[in-house]
Every structure is written in C-alpha cells, then in structure tokens.
C-alpha cells in the first residue's frame, strides 16, 4: 500500500509560481512509475508531467519549460515546481505512483486556481 497526501495548491496570478508537494508513505520504490496529473473542471484527468522507473521526467506539452518535476527521495516527496502559470493551469493536481495493473496510488489533489 501506498499513500499520497498533496498539498502547496492556492489561488495565484498569471505569472506567478507554485510549488506543490506530494507526501508519500508507505511500501514505495522510487522505480517505481510517478507522476503528476490534473483534472480542470468539466474536463477528464490529464497528464502532466511523468517519472518511469527511475528515469528522467517527461512533460505535457502544455507546460513544457515551465514546470520541473522533481523528487526528495530522503523526505519521500515529489514536487511539481510550476512557473509562468496560466489561467488554463486552474485545476485540481493529483499525484499518481504506478506499480503495476490494480496498484495504481492517487492522492486526493489540491486544489490550483491561477486567476487576477
């Protein structure tokens, strides 16, 4: 069993940054597949930026050279540091470890709403 806890969300202007974490516990390999995902309202659950087993992150196009991905193995915790946000960053972000098929861990996501 793994669980997630996020949190950093809040209310930010365009422009602005964020930085969200991602608590982890639990029976956990940091080879393990990990990502962040994001659901805006009215919208399904999108990808936003992935770890495979160990290897370098992979980015939405959307947020590509704006936000880093980036892990604390000694504190269990995943970061999605987020720049230049934008109002269509408004969304509630999940944080997601994959072992395999039926032990796939989400988070109960916090909440980021960029808006002026």
């Known amino acids: 069993q793994v669980q997630l806890v996020e949190s950093g969300g809040g209310l930010v202007q365009p422009g602005g940054s964020l930085r969200l974490a991602c608590a982890a516990s639990g029976s956990i390999s940091w080879l393990y597949t990990m990502g962040w995902y994001r659901q805006a309202p009215g919208e399904q659950r999108e990808l936003v930026a992935r770890i495979s087993r160990g290897g370098t992150p992979t980015y939405a196009d959307s947020v590509q050279g704006r936000f880093l991905f980036s892990r604390d193995i000694a504190k269990s915790t995943l970061y999605l540091h987020m720049n230049n946000l934008k109002p269509e960053d408004t969304a509630v972000y999940y944080c997601?470890?994959?072992?395999?098929?039926?032990?796939?861990?989400w988070g109960k996501g916090t909440l980021v709403t960029v808006s002026s």
């Open positions: 997601n470890v994959y072992v395999r098929e039926g032990m796939d861990y």
